[in-house]
């Protein structure tokens, strides 16, 4: 590069300006224009929706304000209340199943082995009645009865019969007759027999009492309707009827009515005359009148009347003839006899002994007194070659179970029981197993001696006839711990198998 002459001195020179780099040969370059990385479709997709939305969010919160008087008011629903469980009204068992019936009209089939729930049917609130693998239950209300056959695998309906709410539904099956509501409290009855297979209708009876209370009963080929006295009817009233046609076959009343075995009833008649009529037509078949006139209380057996007279001597009469067989006088008197059992009869002295006779003859087979009085004996039962005697004194916190030997009355064990309001339940002997329920408490003993094995207590039931012991099965003990909770525990030892809440 050269300049042009100057005639500055300082400017006399010349620049060249050379390539330091070695010559190497010269390319063309085109012109490049750089420009970010691109992204996918797919996330350029998301972000225009995403753009999108949060405009359409962003107008939303702003005209909110402005638009919420304009928009329709929603209703606030209130949340649900917590209803109570279920409170357990009746159990009955059977093949290792509990049918339960509760207060909220539920009819539930229950596993007595695991607890679980096998099925349960609603609309019920009839104890169920278990024939020849059928249950018959139904539904109550003020208008009417739904009688109901179950299917007792799966509870499906195998029939329905719609009744008046006066009807008292009797079941018929093979020329039996089995009551759905043994006691019935209302103004007018109606027996109403239903076919077992069918529940097609077989006649009705309209019972003619102006009592409120009856029970009726099915026995050998006829049916029995006893109504009781109240505020209406002074005496009690004894309709027989026809199980197969519901004719009524003969009808009486009497200050006292008894059903007995061997096809006789027995009525104390209202001047205190013990009668003994024939059941096929009710003609009197003998009668018989205490000395002084007093009032019996006749007690039947197997083929004989046991008659507690005024002066408080034991009387056998023969059920066929009344003639006496035979009389027991004791110094003390008899307050309490007791059921017979195995041909021998068993009564409670007036100075707490208990004496067993010979039921054939009235030969005393020995006395005992189990503990010292004061005390009454609520109940003697023999169960496996042992007689349990249960004592019940008013207002006592606690009672006395006393096991004797069946031949000649000797003390095997004794053991006091915490009752809850005297509400003592009769016990069970099951598997060399002696359970008591006293109300508030369930407690477990060995039969053979009394040993203690177990205790355990709980809630007493609102009903004061809804007892806490519902069964034992194999080695298990079924209890209503609380209104609405079953339990399942060891009969040994008491260890909770299950526990099933209503």
Do not use: C
């Amino acid at each position: 590069m050269k300049r042009a002459p100057s005639e500055d001195p300082d400017d006399s020179f010349s620049v060249e300006i050379t390539s330091l780099d070695t010559p190497e040969r010269q390319e063309a370059s085109p012109d490049v224009i750089l420009q970010g990385a691109r992204l996918a479709p797919r996330v350029r997709r998301w972000l225009t929706a995403l753009s999108v939305a949060g405009g359409i969010l962003l107008v939303l919160v702003v005209l909110l304000p402005f638009l919420s008087p304009l928009l329709p008011k929603k209703a606030i629903t209130p949340p649900k209340p917590s209803l109570p469980p279920a409170r357990i009204e009746n159990v009955i068992m059977q093949d290792d199943i509990a049918y339960i019936t509760s207060s909220d009209d539920t009819l539930r089939a229950l596993r007595l082995k695991n607890g679980s729930l096998l099925w349960k049917r609603k609309s019920v609130n009839i104890t169920p009645l278990i024939i020849n693998n059928t249950l018959y239950t139904g539904y109550s209300d003020q208008n009417n009865n739904i009688i109901q056959a179950l299917r007792m695998s799966d509870g499906a309906i195998v029939w329905a019969y719609k009744a008046s709410s006066s009807a008292n539904p009797v079941i018929i099956d093979n020329d039996v007759a089995y009551s759905l509501n043994s006691f019935s409290t209302q103004q007018n009855h109606v027996v109403t027999a239903l076919d077992s297979k069918s529940g097609s209708e077989l006649w009705q009876y309209p019972v003619h009492t102006q009592s409120a209370i009856v029970n009726i009963e099915g026995m050998q080929d006829k049916i029995y309707v006893t109504a009781f006295p109240d505020a209406h009817v002074p005496n009690t009233e004894l309709f027989v009827l026809n199980i197969h046609t519901g004719l009524l076959l003969w009808h009486v009343k009497a200050q006292n009515v008894q059903n007995v075995q061997n096809n006789v009833v027995s009525v104390v008649a209202e001047n205190g005359v013990l009668k003994v009529l024939s059941a096929a037509d009710g003609h009197e078949m003998w009668h018989y009148k205490s000395t002084n006139g007093s009032s019996l209380s006749p007690f039947s057996g197997t083929n004989l009347f046991y008659i507690q007279t005024p002066p408080g001597v034991l009387q056998a009469l023969s059920i066929d003839t009344g003639h006496l067989k035979w009389a027991y006088n004791d110094p003390w008197g008899v307050s309490e006899i007791f059921p017979e059992t195995n041909g021998v009869l068993y009564l409670e002295t007036g100075d707490g002994f208990i004496v067993a006779l010979r039921a054939s003859d009235g030969k005393r087979l020995w006395h005992v007194r189990p503990i010292s009085p004061p005390f009454t004996f609520g109940s003697v039962q023999v169960i496996n070659g042992i007689v349990y005697t249960f004592t019940t004194i008013a207002d006592a916190a606690d009672e006395t179970v006393a096991a004797l030997n069946v031949q000649d009355g000797a003390l095997l064990w004794r053991h006091k029981i915490a009752t809850y309001s005297n509400n003592y339940m009769s016990p069970q002997v099951i598997d060399d197993v002696f359970l008591a329920d006293s109300g508030n408490a369930i407690t477990v003993l060995r039969a053979q001696d009394g040993m203690l094995l177990w205790h355990m207590d709980y809630a007493p039931s609102a009903s004061q006839y809804n007892p806490a012991l519902l069964t034992f099965i194999n080695g298990i003990v079924i209890i209503r711990s609380s209104d609405s909770v079953m339990e399942a525990h060891q009969s040994s030892t008491g260890r909770l198998l299950w526990r099933y809440l209503l």
